[in-house]
């Protein structure tokens, strides 16, 4: 359709709604480019952000990686900030704890006052409750203790000779199992006050076990063990170790 207007705007109503449409069209063309191209700058910036993330993470990763840390303590908290484990020194030894959320201690792993290795077990309440390390001559042992820190149990070594000690809460000893310095066997017990009452082991002659009872003044009254013929001898003894020994027919016959 002509315009019969040149030079200036249509009159032709028809005419004016073309012209608007291609307005349209056009602008609607650019929007679409404009778009595509916001989002391949999105993503590349995208990209580029995610790669140099990756990048600082890798860096700070092996930052934090130290080939040597020197220090004198560390400790380690909890969320809340609370102390529950901490490696130091004791005098010239090292020492680890471990404690539980009301900061007693759970474990400690340090040495003797002799330079030897020692693990203590505690309670709830900080009390220790089992132990096991090394003594001064170079022997092991393991204790278990009650709930205020009095030692019940040991098993240890005396001599280079295996011993396993029992104690009342008091700590005296009232059962020993261990070694004579002959190399034979040894089991006692005792009394409440750590009194010997009755003895097992063997002769001086190793030719005989013996059984040796004591009075509760600590004199040997009875002995049980047999003579260098094979029979059993009984003694009975006047608590400082004199009495008359007979064999176990002979005191049969007397007590007939």
């Known amino acids: 359709m002509t315009s019969n207007n040149p030079g200036g705007a249509p009159n032709d109503p028809l005419e004016r709604l073309e012209q608007k449409l291609a307005r349209s069209r056009n602008f609607t063309v650019v929007l679409a480019v404009a778009l595509v191209v916001s989002v391949l700058w999105t993503g590349t910036m995208n990209g580029r952000i995610t790669r ?12 934090s990686i130290k080939d040597f840390v020197r220090a004198r303590q560390f400790e380690v908290v909890d969320k809340a900030g609370r102390v529950t484990a901490v490696l130091t020194t004791l005098g010239s030894a090292g020492a680890m704890v471990t404690m539980n959320a009301q900061g007693k201690s759970l474990v400690e792993i340090a040495s003797t006052t002799d330079g030897e290795g020692m693990i203590i077990a505690k309670n709830a309440d900080g009390q220790p409750v089992a132990s096991m390390g090394a003594l001064a001559s170079g022997e092991g042992f393991v204790t278990t203790s009650n709930g205020v820190g009095n030692e019940l149990v ?8 295996g ?35 009755v003895e097992f082991g063997a002769t001086g002659d190793r030719m005989s076990g013996t059984i040796v009872v004591y ?34 027919l002979q005191f049969q016959e007397l007590t007939e």
């Open 52 to 63: 140099i993330d990756a990048d600082l993470k890798r860096l700070n990763d092996t930052a």
């Open 154 to 161: 040991r098993l240890g070594a005396v001599n280079g000779h």
């Open 163 to 197: 011993t396993v000690t029992t104690k009342n809460s008091q700590g005296t000893e009232l059962i020993h199992l261990g070694v004579t310095t002959g190399g034979d066997g040894l089991a006692y017990t005792a009394n409440a006050q750590g009194q010997r009452l």
């Open 215 to 248: 009075s509760v003044a600590g004199g040997a009254i009875y002995s049980i063990n047999s003579d260098d013929k094979g029979a059993g001898v009984v003694r009975i003894l006047d608590g400082h170790g004199n009495g008359q020994a007979q064999t176990a």
